[in-house]
């Protein structure tokens, strides 16, 4: 693949430092799924009592060496499925598996723990607005720190962590942004800092829910080039939501179409069909 | 019942019937209570409008002028300033330092609700709730006893002096502090933070990280705020022997010193708008009625370390000019102090004779602040029309220039002399118009309601010519292009419309009333406050500690009523 990310990649020195790092999944003999999802669902309760399942009855399967990208019409879930596979919120039924185990038997440190594993990428709103770019990237580090630590970090950060921020930011073609103000930043910098700082966190996943959706078509055409770019070379799994199928037909092996919370597909790229992809959009009104 | 079919004829009618059985209600109602409560309030016109009220007041009034300005009398009052500004900066900081330990567990997106919580397991966010729970009371409790009763209380623990006042400003405020950071802190963009926590972040780091950098304009902002409630409570602090200016007003007051008593209230009324001008200056906001707290919008430019370094150095200055760096303040052995004074006072006097001989004074407390509000609705309503700008300003709303510039300048007196009237009515404090009002009734609880009358008119007067000014002019240029005069405009166009929140500003009044009613008793203006000066002064700590209960079960059911009859009503 040709991609403007693949050239700073192969520039980045740090990566072998990351990669001892990493659990040896991809050689283990039988690898557990990264993500699972077994019969997931999840309720939201509105006002006036009103009751939502924004996931029912979701079956998946994620491993590490095939990026995937959740499709479907705004509402079918994508953003919940992704928050519940990175244990950002409770399934209501069924259970979610990271690393074959549940979700729901993490607390405290070892939920901590297993967060700081998983790059996650929002939308929007990733960064805290009033901090330097740096701070907002070595926030990426907090998993592995404690409060005081973080404190030290933040106002005498050492050169070490500084180069470490430098170097992710450099992946991600905006080295120059290091002490910049966060709310300085365009909406294309602001998502390579929140990828920067996933990168720092060293996942051996990354999520995304819609991560270039504020992005120009080009731009965000590069930042999926990216993320696919590190994904491979961290050996980490990649889970995108995307609603521009052109894009995800473009950047993944494997699509799930998801609509009104249930996966309506789950198929690689080349089998799924412009007449499923209608069907998965269509305006129904039974 | 109505048929479908009359609907259309009928409706109007009876509407205008239940409107006018509404308003018969009402004024029954609102009668029968003045009626019920004026023995307990001690309402005594005759005592004002008698030769010997009104000479009381004219006295009073021609020995305001000259004012003293000696300077044997000025090098008296300087250091009493200076004191007061010191006083009021260590009161917030203190207040801050105090709150903090409460402030995380108070946010409640940190302890057991919003996304922050959500995977945490069943037990960890039950403890979160209780902590949250403890916090909040704790906060709640301290703020709704009045500073000036908590001041009483520090007294007869620490002993006169502006030691007492400190504890008393900053307890008070802490949970003012406490309460609205807290809030400040919860209402921050959720998202970054979930991303934080997303990423392996603690709360503790969540909160210094990912909340603070978000809070901090608004945070400072509203200490700035505070720092301006301080100092208006600093002011008053003296008249009960907690350091600071009011000590010398009371003082001139008894020795009917009233040339005095005129410098002094320039020197408090220039002290509070001078703080009032810094603050506002800084956070770049006007002042909002009371109740809106957070008065910022504009973004605060003061980096972090300029903001703690000016707060260290104001500390450091003002704690050595009251003579109360630390070293100082534990040469008084205030712990000793305090164990000897819990020995003493605990445990509270439930008596069952103690408790009912209160009863007198809360019924009086009640009817005082009852009384006081509907006197200043009465005083403040008629007034705030010609405070209205739509009103009474020339080229506006209903022309009253008309051509003729001398209608103009009547109209523009018209306006800034009511709205200096409420200005100076709401300046000077509830306590210092019961000093005043005590000389012309003699003390009890009628010179308390006239005192709380007086302030809360300025208070509500301009609240009301605010909201006033603020309802849709549209209609009331077709009332007044229709040719109606200025009171059918204000009758039938404002009013109407305005109502619901007129009411809102009353009912929140009325609880700010009962509040200010519980202390003013101090300077002998009736109500619980009597009790708690004269238990103080005779060393019966068990009792004053049982009125600091009763004290703070009163406010928290006059904010509970408060809070119900304002959301019944929006």
């Known amino acids: 693949m040709n991609s403007p990310g693949s050239a700073v990649v192969a520039g980045a020195e740090s990566r072998t430092n990351v990669r001892e790092l990493q659990p040896p999944v991809l050689h283990s003999p039988a690898p557990v799924p990264a993500f699972e999802a077994k019969g997931a669902t999840r309720v939201f309760h509105g006002r006036n009592g009103r009751v939502a399942r924004a996931v029912d009855g979701v079956t998946l399967k994620f491993v590490q060496a095939e990026p995937a990208a959740l499709i479907g019409p705004s509402g079918a879930g994508k953003t919940t499925l992704l928050r519940l596979l990175a244990g950002a919120i409770a399934a209501t039924e069924g259970d979610v598996l990271f690393e074959g185990q549940s979700w729901r038997s993490r607390d405290g440190a070892s939920l901590r723990e297993a967060r700081s594993r998983i790059g996650f990428i929002a939308q929007r709103h990733n960064l805290v607005d009033r901090l330097a770019v740096w701070q907002n990237v070595l926030a990426g580090r907090f998993g592995h720190m404690g409060t005081l630590g973080a404190a030290r970090m933040f106002v005498w950060p ?31 910098q602001t998502q390579r800092v929140a990828i920067a700082r996933a990168l720092v966190q060293r996942p051996i996943a990354l999520l995304g829910d819609e991560p270039v959706a504020s992005l120009d078509p080009e731009m965000g055409s590069a930042v999926l080039a990216l993320l696919r770019d590190l994904a491979r070379t961290e050996g980490a799994a990649l889970i995108l939501s995307l609603h521009d199928v052109r894009l995800a037909r473009a950047h993944f092996p494997r699509l799930v179409g998801l ?28 | 019942m109505i048929r479908p079919a009359a609907a259309g ?64 009398f000025l090098s008296y009052v300087g250091p009493l300033v200076l004191q007061t500004l010191a006083l009021s900066l260590l009161g917030v900081l203190l207040a801050a330092i105090l709150a903090l330990p409460f402030i995380a567990f108070a946010t409640g997106t940190l302890t057991h609700w919003g996304a922050l919580v959500e995977m945490e397991s069943g037990e960890r966010r039950a403890l979160g709730r209780l902590l949250y729970a403890v916090s909040r009371t704790v906060l709640n409790v301290v703020r709704a006893v009045p500073e000036l009763a908590w001041a009483i209380v520090f007294v007869t623990v620490v002993g006169l002096g502006p030691l007492a006042g400190v504890l008393a400003l900053g307890v008070t405020y802490a949970g003012m502090v406490g309460k609205v950071i807290a809030e400040v802190l919860e209402s921050v ?13 603690t709360r503790a780091q969540v909160l210094l990280f990912g909340i603070l950098p978000q809070a901090y304009p608004d945070a400072i902002s509203f200490m700035l705020y505070v720092w301006d409630c301080t100092m208006r409570a600093a002011v008053i602090l003296g008249i009960v022997g907690a350091g600071g200016v009011g000590y010398a007003l009371l003082v001139s007051v008894n020795t009917l010193a009233y040339g005095q008593v005129a410098t002094l209230l320039v020197v408090m009324l220039a002290l509070v708008a001078l703080t009032d001008m810094v603050s506002v200056a ?15 919008r504009k973004r605060i430019a003061i980096p ?4 703690l370094s000016v707060a260290v150095i104001a500390a450091t200055a003002a704690a050595s000019y009251l003579g109360l760096q630390p070293w100082a303040i534990a040469a008084q052995q205030p712990l000793a102090h305090l164990a000897a004074w819990g020995a003493k006072a605990f445990p509270p006097d439930f008596s069952w004779g103690f408790v009912v001989s209160t009863l007198p004074a809360v019924w009086q407390t009640i ?23 739509t009103v009474t300003l020339p080229g506006r709303l209903l022309e009253l220039d008309g051509g003729s510039p001398l209608r103009a300048a009547f109209g523009r007196a018209l306006y800034w002399g009511t709205r200096g009237l409420f200005s100076f009515l709401r300046a000077v404090p509830e306590i210092v118009w019961a000093l005043l009002a005590i000389v012309v009734v003699g003390p009890g609880a009628f010179a308390g309601v006239l005192a709380l009358a ?49 009411l809102t500003h009353t009912i929140y009044r009325l609880e700010m009333n009962v509040r200010a009613a519980t202390v003013v008793g101090i300077v002998g203006a009736g109500g619980i406050g009597q009790m708690i000066y004269n238990d103080a002064q005779t060393y019966h700590y068990h009792a004053l500690v049982t009125l600091i209960i009763i004290t703070l079960a009163l406010v928290s059911a006059a904010d509970a009523i408060s809070s119900y009859l304002r959301r019944l009503i929006l």
Request: net charge negative.
């Open chain 1, 259 to 286: 609509r009104a919370g249930s996966v309506q597909f789950d198929l690689p790229t080349a089998l799924v069909t412009d007449d499923m992809l209608r069907d998965l959009y269509s305006v129904e009104t039974a």
């Open chain 2, 189 to 201: 963009d959720q998202r970054p933070l979930e991303a934080l926590a997303q990423a392996g972040a």
């Open chain 2, 454 to 502: 007086m302030h809360t008119t300025g208070v509500l007067g301009r609240l009301y010519a605010d909201v006033l000014e603020d309802t849709e002019t549209r209609p009331l240029e077709l009332l007044a292009g229709a040719g109606a005069r200025p009171t059918s405009v204000w009758l039938f166009g404002m009013l109407p419309a305005a109502l619901p929140q007129l």
């Open chain 2, 367 to 389: 009817a005082m602040a009852f009384w006081s509000i509907v006197l200043a609705v009465v005083l403040a309503w008629p007034l705030s029309i010609l405070a209205t700008s």
């Open chain 2, 282 to 296: 800084i956070r770049g906001a006007h002042v909002l009625p009371p109740g809106t707290h957070i008065a910022a």
């Open chain 1, 158 to 188: 050492a050169q070490r962590e500084l180069d470490q921020a430098a170097d992710a930011l450099a992946r991600v073609g905006i080295a120059e942004l290091l002490h910049s103000r966060t709310d300085e930043l365009s909406g294309g």
């Open chain 2, 304 to 307: 972090p370390w300029l903001s």
């Open chain 2, 9 to 72: 004829s009928r409706v109007p009618s009876s509407a205008a019937a239940d409107f006018g059985r509404r308003l018969l209600l009402t004024t029954l109602a609102l009668g029968a209570s003045l009626a019920l409560t004026a023995r307990g309030a001690e309402i005594n016109p005759s005592a004002l409008f008698s030769y010997r009220g009104l000479h009381a007041v004219t006295q009073v009034l021609r020995g305001l002028w000259p004012p003293a300005l000696s300077v044997e």
